[in-house]
């Protein structure tokens, strides 16, 4: 029953700041055990997961993106964002946020998906 929807500005510039939004429903995003990340998908390229936020708060970013990443959540709204700074035209990409959870005892999966939003990065 949970949906997941981004919303982003379509077109950033080069140096900028990208900031997306996914808005939650059919359930919240402090429920247990679940994870709320973010995965992204450059054109003719794989998914490439780029952070997380846990249903408690903590947060975890891939290695290659940690230093530009910050994902953070609004619980009153339902919400988590993500915030990648210092744009180039290689950030370019659909953004999709997804729903994490244990499939069973050995396998971790993300299992509800948004409709992704296209990010361009360019002057």
């Known amino acids: 029953q949970v949906q997941l929807q981004e919303s982003g500005p379509g077109l950033v510039k080069p140096s900028q700041t990208l900031s997306l939004t996914c808005t939650v429903s059919?359930?919240?995003?402090?429920?247990?055990?679940?994870?709320w990340n973010w995965i992204r998908q450059p054109p003719g390229k794989g998914l490439e997961w780029i952070g997380t936020?846990?249903?408690?708060?903590?947060?975890y970013y891939s290695p290659s993106l940690k230093s530009r990443t910050s994902i953070s959540r609004d619980t009153s709204k339902n919400q988590f964002t993500l915030q990648l700074s210092s744009v180039t035209p290689e950030d370019t990409a659909v953004y999709y946020c997804?729903?994490?959870?244990?499939?069973?005892?050995?396998?971790?999966?993300?299992?509800?998906w948004g409709q992704g939003t296209r990010i361009t990065v360019s002057s």
């Open positions: 936020i846990a249903y408690g708060g903590d947060t």
């Open positions: 997804a729903r994490g959870g244990a499939l069973n005892y050995y396998t971790y999966a993300f299992g509800r």
């Open positions: 059919g359930g919240s995003i402090t429920s247990t055990y679940y994870s």
